[in-house]
Protein backbone atom coordinates (compact mmCIF):
# COMPACT_ATOMS: atom_id res chain seq x y z
CA UNK A 1 0.00 0.00 0.00
CA UNK A 2 1.95 3.31 -1.29
CA UNK A 3 -0.96 5.17 -1.20
CA UNK A 4 -0.72 8.70 1.36
CA UNK A 5 -3.25 7.76 3.81
CA UNK A 6 -1.31 3.62 4.21
CA UNK A 7 -4.65 2.05 4.43
CA UNK A 8 -7.75 2.49 1.65
CA UNK A 9 -10.27 0.54 4.27
CA UNK A 10 -13.18 2.73 4.72
CA UNK A 11 -14.25 2.70 8.74
CA UNK A 12 -17.19 5.53 8.76
CA UNK A 13 -19.48 7.35 6.58
CA UNK A 14 -20.38 10.44 7.85
CA UNK A 15 -23.66 12.43 7.24
CA UNK A 16 -24.66 15.91 7.83
CA UNK A 17 -28.68 16.28 9.11
CA UNK A 18 -30.41 18.77 10.15
CA UNK A 19 -32.62 17.62 12.80
CA UNK A 20 -31.14 13.69 14.13
CA UNK A 21 -33.86 12.74 16.50
CA UNK A 22 -35.90 12.46 13.66
CA UNK A 23 -33.03 11.00 10.86
CA UNK A 24 -31.66 8.77 13.49
CA UNK A 25 -35.15 7.14 14.13
CA UNK A 26 -35.47 6.95 10.25
CA UNK A 27 -32.86 4.90 9.99
CA UNK A 28 -33.63 2.59 13.39
CA UNK A 29 -37.00 2.14 11.67
CA UNK A 30 -35.68 1.20 8.38
CA UNK A 31 -32.72 -1.02 9.79
CA UNK A 32 -34.81 -2.79 11.91
CA UNK A 33 -31.93 -1.49 14.65
CA UNK A 34 -32.53 0.28 18.52
CA UNK A 35 -32.46 4.23 18.11
CA UNK A 36 -28.84 4.96 19.27
CA UNK A 37 -28.02 7.70 22.28
CA UNK A 38 -27.14 10.66 20.26
CA UNK A 39 -23.83 12.14 21.34
CA UNK A 40 -22.82 15.55 21.60
CA UNK A 41 -19.31 16.39 20.97
CA UNK A 42 -16.86 17.35 23.87
CA UNK A 43 -17.07 21.51 25.08
CA UNK A 44 -13.75 23.33 23.56
CA UNK A 45 -11.47 23.06 26.30
CA UNK A 46 -11.39 18.90 25.60
CA UNK A 47 -12.38 18.88 21.73
CA UNK A 48 -9.79 21.78 21.35
CA UNK A 49 -11.22 22.20 17.72
CA UNK A 50 -9.79 24.40 15.06
CA UNK A 51 -11.51 25.11 11.82
CA UNK A 52 -8.90 26.20 9.07
CA UNK A 53 -6.55 26.83 11.77
CA UNK A 54 -8.33 29.14 14.25
CA UNK A 55 -10.23 27.80 17.85
CA UNK A 56 -13.61 27.12 17.31
CA UNK A 57 -16.70 26.46 20.04
CA UNK A 58 -18.40 24.35 17.36
CA UNK A 59 -19.83 21.28 18.73
CA UNK A 60 -21.87 18.79 16.81
CA UNK A 61 -24.30 15.93 17.96
CA UNK A 62 -23.28 12.24 16.60
CA UNK A 63 -25.34 8.99 16.31
CA UNK A 64 -23.72 6.13 15.05
CA UNK A 65 -24.99 3.30 13.44
CA UNK A 66 -23.06 -0.30 12.74
CA UNK A 67 -23.22 -1.24 8.89
CA UNK A 68 -21.74 -4.05 8.46
CA UNK A 69 -17.99 -3.52 8.95
CA UNK A 70 -18.09 -0.05 8.84
CA UNK A 71 -20.25 2.96 11.18
CA UNK A 72 -22.44 5.22 9.77
CA UNK A 73 -22.50 8.71 11.35
CA UNK A 74 -25.08 11.01 11.67
CA UNK A 75 -23.87 14.88 12.67
CA UNK A 76 -26.36 17.70 13.43
CA UNK A 77 -23.83 20.78 13.83
CA UNK A 78 -24.39 23.60 15.96
CA UNK A 79 -23.65 27.32 14.10
CA UNK A 80 -20.14 28.04 14.96
CA UNK A 81 -17.69 27.43 12.47
CA UNK A 82 -17.11 24.44 11.35
CA UNK A 83 -16.51 22.05 7.81
CA UNK A 84 -20.05 20.46 9.12
CA UNK A 85 -21.98 23.61 9.29
CA UNK A 86 -20.46 25.26 6.01
CA UNK A 87 -20.67 22.12 3.93
CA UNK A 88 -24.51 21.98 5.26
CA UNK A 89 -24.90 25.57 3.90
CA UNK A 90 -23.45 24.89 0.83
CA UNK A 91 -24.61 21.17 -0.09
CA UNK A 92 -27.34 21.07 2.35
CA UNK A 93 -27.92 17.28 4.15
CA UNK A 94 -26.50 14.33 3.08
CA UNK A 95 -23.10 12.43 2.58
CA UNK A 96 -19.97 14.70 4.09
CA UNK A 97 -17.04 12.71 4.60
CA UNK A 98 -15.12 8.84 4.53
CA UNK A 99 -12.91 8.19 7.77
CA UNK A 100 -9.89 6.37 7.48
CA UNK A 101 -8.15 4.96 10.84
CA UNK A 102 -4.57 5.90 10.41
CA UNK A 103 -1.31 6.27 12.56
CA UNK A 104 0.98 9.29 13.08
CA UNK A 105 -2.30 12.01 12.79
CA UNK A 106 0.49 14.85 12.75
CA UNK A 107 2.97 13.34 9.99
CA UNK A 108 -0.29 12.39 8.13
CA UNK A 109 -1.53 15.78 8.10
CA UNK A 110 1.65 16.95 6.72
CA UNK A 111 2.07 15.03 4.34
CA UNK A 112 -1.55 15.54 2.91
CA UNK A 113 -1.01 19.36 2.57
CA UNK A 114 2.42 19.17 0.86
CA UNK A 115 0.30 16.83 -1.64
CA UNK A 116 -2.24 19.82 -1.88
CA UNK A 117 -4.94 18.91 0.50
CA UNK A 118 -5.63 21.54 3.69
CA UNK A 119 -6.47 20.96 6.56
CA UNK A 120 -10.31 22.32 6.98
CA UNK A 121 -10.79 21.03 10.47
CA UNK A 122 -9.33 18.70 13.39
CA UNK A 123 -10.31 18.13 16.89
CA UNK A 124 -9.73 15.75 20.20
CA UNK A 125 -12.20 13.35 21.34
CA UNK A 126 -11.74 10.34 24.57
CA UNK A 127 -9.62 7.98 23.05
CA UNK A 128 -8.26 9.54 20.06
CA UNK A 129 -8.34 12.75 17.46
CA UNK A 130 -9.43 13.26 13.76
CA UNK A 131 -9.04 15.25 11.11
CA UNK A 132 -11.12 16.63 7.77
CA UNK A 133 -8.85 16.76 4.83
CA UNK A 134 -10.50 19.19 2.15
CA UNK A 135 -10.17 16.22 -0.85
CA UNK A 136 -13.23 17.79 -2.35
CA UNK A 137 -12.08 18.94 -5.50
CA UNK A 138 -10.25 15.96 -6.26
CA UNK A 139 -12.37 12.91 -4.68
CA UNK A 140 -15.72 14.66 -4.22
CA UNK A 141 -15.54 13.87 -0.95
CA UNK A 142 -14.29 14.56 2.15
CA UNK A 143 -11.76 12.48 3.69
CA UNK A 144 -11.24 12.16 7.52
CA UNK A 145 -8.24 11.00 9.39
CA UNK A 146 -9.17 9.13 12.63
CA UNK A 147 -6.37 8.24 15.38
CA UNK A 148 -7.09 6.28 18.34
CA UNK A 149 -5.04 6.20 21.48
CA UNK A 150 -2.57 2.72 21.59
CA UNK A 151 -4.03 1.01 24.84
CA UNK B 1 -32.75 -7.79 11.90
CA UNK B 2 -36.29 -6.98 11.11
CA UNK B 3 -35.40 -4.32 9.03
CA UNK B 4 -36.96 -3.27 5.56
CA UNK B 5 -34.37 -4.67 3.61
CA UNK B 6 -33.16 -7.78 5.77
CA UNK B 7 -29.32 -6.62 5.97
CA UNK B 8 -27.40 -3.67 7.27
CA UNK B 9 -24.36 -4.44 5.59
CA UNK B 10 -23.58 -1.46 3.33
CA UNK B 11 -21.34 -3.30 0.28
CA UNK B 12 -20.92 0.08 -2.17
CA UNK B 13 -20.99 3.92 -2.09
CA UNK B 14 -21.34 5.61 -5.03
CA UNK B 15 -20.40 8.82 -5.94
CA UNK B 16 -21.47 11.22 -8.58
CA UNK B 17 -18.31 12.77 -11.15
CA UNK B 18 -18.54 15.11 -14.13
CA UNK B 19 -15.01 13.87 -15.47
CA UNK B 20 -14.58 9.91 -14.12
CA UNK B 21 -11.40 9.62 -16.04
CA UNK B 22 -9.74 12.73 -14.00
CA UNK B 23 -11.54 11.91 -10.40
CA UNK B 24 -10.58 7.96 -11.12
CA UNK B 25 -6.67 9.38 -11.21
CA UNK B 26 -7.28 11.05 -8.10
CA UNK B 27 -8.20 8.12 -6.36
CA UNK B 28 -5.16 5.72 -7.72
CA UNK B 29 -3.09 7.93 -6.70
CA UNK B 30 -4.50 9.38 -3.56
CA UNK B 31 -4.28 5.46 -2.41
CA UNK B 32 -1.89 3.96 -4.07
CA UNK B 33 -3.84 1.80 -6.50
CA UNK B 34 -3.97 0.85 -10.04
CA UNK B 35 -5.87 2.81 -12.04
CA UNK B 36 -9.31 1.05 -12.69
CA UNK B 37 -10.90 -0.14 -16.07
CA UNK B 38 -13.62 2.25 -16.67
CA UNK B 39 -16.83 0.60 -17.32
CA UNK B 40 -19.84 1.75 -19.93
CA UNK B 41 -23.46 0.72 -18.58
CA UNK B 42 -25.36 -1.55 -20.74
CA UNK B 43 -27.30 -0.58 -24.22
CA UNK B 44 -30.99 -0.10 -23.56
CA UNK B 45 -31.83 -3.58 -25.08
CA UNK B 46 -29.98 -5.48 -22.37
CA UNK B 47 -30.02 -3.17 -19.46
CA UNK B 48 -33.90 -2.49 -19.86
CA UNK B 49 -33.05 0.75 -17.73
CA UNK B 50 -35.98 2.40 -15.97
CA UNK B 51 -36.56 5.95 -14.68
CA UNK B 52 -40.00 7.11 -12.64
CA UNK B 53 -41.59 4.06 -14.30
CA UNK B 54 -40.39 4.74 -18.32
CA UNK B 55 -38.10 3.61 -20.19
CA UNK B 56 -34.22 5.53 -20.47
CA UNK B 57 -31.38 5.38 -22.63
CA UNK B 58 -29.35 6.64 -19.87
CA UNK B 59 -25.85 5.20 -19.25
CA UNK B 60 -22.96 5.92 -17.23
CA UNK B 61 -19.33 4.89 -16.83
CA UNK B 62 -18.36 3.38 -13.67
CA UNK B 63 -15.22 2.65 -12.05
CA UNK B 64 -14.56 0.81 -8.70
CA UNK B 65 -12.42 0.50 -6.17
CA UNK B 66 -11.78 -2.07 -3.40
CA UNK B 67 -12.29 0.00 0.01
CA UNK B 68 -11.76 -2.70 2.66
CA UNK B 69 -14.99 -4.59 2.79
CA UNK B 70 -16.73 -2.08 0.40
CA UNK B 71 -17.02 -0.91 -2.66
CA UNK B 72 -16.24 2.98 -4.07
CA UNK B 73 -18.29 3.17 -7.08
CA UNK B 74 -17.48 6.53 -9.71
CA UNK B 75 -21.06 7.32 -11.54
CA UNK B 76 -19.92 10.04 -14.64
CA UNK B 77 -24.09 9.78 -16.34
CA UNK B 78 -24.57 10.51 -19.30
CA UNK B 79 -27.22 13.35 -20.61
CA UNK B 80 -30.36 11.38 -20.77
CA UNK B 81 -32.97 10.77 -17.84
CA UNK B 82 -31.33 9.00 -14.92
CA UNK B 83 -31.35 9.19 -10.69
CA UNK B 84 -27.48 9.84 -11.71
CA UNK B 85 -27.90 12.78 -13.75
CA UNK B 86 -31.09 14.14 -11.84
CA UNK B 87 -28.84 14.09 -8.41
CA UNK B 88 -25.91 15.61 -10.23
CA UNK B 89 -27.83 18.76 -11.93
CA UNK B 90 -29.34 19.04 -8.67
CA UNK B 91 -26.85 18.19 -6.01
CA UNK B 92 -23.68 18.59 -7.93
CA UNK B 93 -20.89 16.19 -7.61
CA UNK B 94 -20.29 13.93 -4.58
CA UNK B 95 -21.81 10.57 -2.79
CA UNK B 96 -25.45 9.49 -4.35
CA UNK B 97 -25.86 6.22 -2.75
CA UNK B 98 -25.20 3.57 -0.31
CA UNK B 99 -25.82 -0.42 -1.01
CA UNK B 100 -26.85 -3.40 0.04
CA UNK B 101 -27.28 -6.78 -1.00
CA UNK B 102 -31.12 -8.35 -0.83
CA UNK B 103 -32.91 -11.12 -1.88
CA UNK B 104 -36.71 -10.52 -3.94
CA UNK B 105 -36.20 -7.68 -5.78
CA UNK B 106 -39.75 -7.75 -6.73
CA UNK B 107 -40.59 -8.33 -3.38
CA UNK B 108 -38.18 -5.70 -1.46
CA UNK B 109 -39.72 -2.75 -4.65
CA UNK B 110 -42.85 -3.68 -3.57
CA UNK B 111 -42.39 -3.22 0.26
CA UNK B 112 -40.20 -0.71 0.25
CA UNK B 113 -42.88 1.55 -1.57
CA UNK B 114 -45.67 0.36 0.47
CA UNK B 115 -43.48 2.55 2.99
CA UNK B 116 -43.32 5.46 1.17
CA UNK B 117 -39.91 4.99 -0.56
CA UNK B 118 -40.85 5.19 -3.93
CA UNK B 119 -38.66 3.37 -6.57
CA UNK B 120 -36.65 5.98 -8.86
CA UNK B 121 -34.65 3.43 -11.26
CA UNK B 122 -33.94 0.24 -11.73
CA UNK B 123 -32.16 -1.71 -14.75
CA UNK B 124 -30.23 -5.31 -15.06
CA UNK B 125 -26.64 -6.12 -15.63
CA UNK B 126 -24.76 -9.16 -16.23
CA UNK B 127 -25.57 -11.04 -13.20
CA UNK B 128 -28.11 -9.40 -11.63
CA UNK B 129 -30.21 -6.36 -11.04
CA UNK B 130 -30.34 -3.00 -9.12
CA UNK B 131 -32.94 -0.55 -7.81
CA UNK B 132 -32.64 3.02 -6.39
CA UNK B 133 -35.17 3.57 -4.04
CA UNK B 134 -35.92 6.95 -2.92
CA UNK B 135 -35.14 7.01 1.04
CA UNK B 136 -33.34 10.79 0.36
CA UNK B 137 -36.22 12.78 2.21
CA UNK B 138 -35.51 10.00 5.12
CA UNK B 139 -32.44 8.68 5.03
CA UNK B 140 -30.54 11.52 3.17
CA UNK B 141 -28.83 9.80 1.06
CA UNK B 142 -30.44 7.03 -1.90
CA UNK B 143 -30.31 3.22 -1.22
CA UNK B 144 -29.45 1.39 -3.85
CA UNK B 145 -30.75 -2.49 -3.63
CA UNK B 146 -28.47 -5.06 -4.99
CA UNK B 147 -29.36 -8.94 -6.49
CA UNK B 148 -27.13 -11.40 -7.82
CA UNK B 149 -28.12 -13.89 -9.82
CA UNK B 150 -27.51 -17.32 -8.07
CA UNK B 151 -24.90 -19.53 -9.50
New interface residues.
Given amino acids: ?????GT????Q?G???HDIEK?SQ??AD????AKPQVIVTDVWEKAQTEVNGSPSEARAKLAF??????Q?E?IEPDEHPSTWRSYLNE?????HH?AFVIEGMKEKITLLESKGFPLQQKGEYTGGRYAYMD??K????LVELLENDKA
Same sequence: chains 1, 2.
Fill in positions: MSGLLNVITIILVVAYFFGVFDMGSLLLHGEGPITFELKV
